[in-house]
């Protein structure tokens, strides 16, 4: 399926995995800096269903300290924009 866009392509894919039935998971977060653990997470949550959905959190909600830990806020920037992310 690739990279949904909005939330058309979000809505379309979801119908055809209903018309299928097929077993759908969500895994959501920032997925800034990308680490083994969450290599690990997304490949396990594959193996449990037919297709698997990562939602990303947008840039606006995502706050970043100087030594890179994480809070959802309603402001700061993030390292990577949401648009570089999501092609990971």
Do not use: W
């Amino acid at each position: 399926m690739g990279v949904l866009n909005n939330i058309a392509e979000l809505h379309n894919a979801a119908k055809y995995c209903r018309t299928n039935n097929l077993i759908v998971g969500l895994c959501h977060g920032c997925f800034d800096i990308v680490h083994p653990g969450h290599i690990y997470h997304l490949k396990r949550a594959r193996t449990m269903v037919d297709r698997l959905f990562v939602s990303i959190t947008a840039d606006n909600f995502v706050n970043k300290d100087l030594i890179g830990r994480f809070f959802l806020t309603a402001s700061g920037p993030s390292l990577l924009p949401q648009s570089a992310i999501a092609i990971m």
